[in-house]
């Protein structure tokens, strides 16, 4: 081989080593989820993270073509998170609610849901001297907040359970979705709950993924890539997977 | 106050008419084509945006529909308090899922079922299984959610058929239109070809054949009326150029007759005399017919001259010129050959005949007075030489009557000499 030709095949590999630099240096997509939230958010048996919100996140990232770091974090921490730009795309099903929508913007919903009020026989929403558990930073949480409940805030939706079962509340705020995976524990059963659906406007509805205010030009990706999985079956193969019925 | 006419339909006009005519047509196709382009475009995107995601919807509507009779009869099939629970459960949450709520249809069933369910809930308690009494009750209720999947299944299958027939409608509509426009531009080019060829190029083929045989000695071209005014000028352009070459060929005539005839008497001069004759006997040589040539001069002309002036010269030689054109057939040739010198030739003339001819008019000319201007009456009189010119060359017969003419003249003047004849 001449050297004329050597230097002509180093610098094409060249260029293509630059071009090929180029693409992977675009930073990879911070995707923050949940962490014991079944079925939405869990890890599996080998340890793996899946559930319906994890695999939907896993689906967009594929249709963006885009590559994702999937860290776990707390829903207490998901919005300050995506509003200082810690992470790019919180996975998770966040309620769009006015505090919320001033801070972070809302992909387009992913599923509808509704809340649940699970409590002993007997006791109303808003009963005097009743302790109600809902997730830490959750639209929940907030309702009961600000209807003046006392609250037992738990760090996870798997840990709704544990203050009804302790004794230590006497109601919890459910969502849909984490009722079911609740409603297969013996001990949760045991207890005998009532369930009423909420009626409350702020606690039915469209669920989304936040994205960070900072990556504005993430929401149009996101939306066109959720748009695309429900049109070619990936997500309706999602739902059916994590969930018993159609939740979109 | 005068109206001004209408402008004239000139071919310019017409060709501006015709090209702003079809643009008109032409944009107005276009413009139909595009409008039914977009209109199928809009259905195939409303169709992408719209009718899929409400497919998918409906579809998910009916596969919810579908899991409350399923839980339903888990409900029924349970055989623990537990299991009923949490079927029960389940169709609590989809009966209240927004999904069946936004339905009215599904919404009114949904509830319905759940309200029954719960009742046969309750009332089965801890029992091993709900109450047998109530299942024929349940299957009503799960007939009429599996009458509404079907529908609501069909109406997410007609959604598409809906719009699917739209576009071919309007596809069909297209077609119809581009059909009827493409007669419409056949029609308007063949009215256009038909006014073309009936205003300009047949009107331009008359005119090539009115040019191609235009005839001076023709009556002029003659035109059908015509309606454009260019062609009519074409037309009033080719009548006056037949005018023309009409007028042409009269002064040609003119012209030629004053370069082959003598000023003074009006007979051929000698140079179109000679031109003749050698034609005429040619013409006798060929045919083998006898033709005769003669030469004649007035006699004491230069006395004559001499004692009357040159203005009574000119009258003699003038009288002499008439009385021989008086006196010959059409077909003789009579010159002035110069001075008082004249020639002739006589075609089918035998010597005799001719000799008798001119005799006669040697004759005549020296018995009538010739009466001068000044009121005198000269009798002048005339010697002519003949030759037969029958198979010999002009200037050898010409050179024979000029010997006749001489010896005529030797003889005593006023008489007739015959070539050969004179010794």
Redesign the interface.
Known sequence: MSSRLRALLSCIAAAFTAASGTAASAAPLNVAVLENAPPMAYRDESGQLTGFSVEIARAVCAEMAAECTFRTMMLGHVIDALAGGEIDIAAASLLDTPERRQRILFARPYF?S?T?WFARPGVQPGAPGVRVAAVKGSAQEAYARRQGWTTIAVPTNGELGAPLIGGIAQAALIP?NT??AL?KNPEF?RLGLD?T?MKAAEL??AASFGISPRRPELKEAVDSAL?RI??NGIYERINSRFL????? | MSQTPPPPMTAHRIFVMLAAGFMVLLGGITALLAIDQHRAMVSAEQLQAQT??EI??LQ??A??LD?LRHEGERIFSATTP?AR??AL??V???A????IQEHAEAAEVARATEAFLTEAVRRSGGEAGVDGSRLNEWKLISGRLGLLVDDISVQSAHLAANDLAQISETLRVARIKLAAALLLVIAFLAGTIHQLSRHLIRPLERIDHALSSLDVNGPPPEFPPTQLPEIHAVENAVRRLHAAQVNNEAVRRELEELANRDGLTGLLNRRHFMASAEAELKRAERYGRPVVVALADLDFFKSLNDTHGHAAGDRVLQAFAQLMRDSVRSTDLIGRYGGEEFAFLFPESGVEQASALVERFRHRFATEPVHLDNGVAVRVTVSIGLADASGRPLEVALHAADQALYAAKRGGRNRVMVAGSEE
């Open positions: 509808r509704v649940l849909m009722s079911i409603l059963v369930s659906v039915i509805g748009e429900e049109r018993p019925f159609r939740v979109r | 899929v995601p998918i919807r998910r509507l596969r919810n899991h537990d629970q949490q459960y389940l609590m949450l989809v209240s899922h927004p999904g």
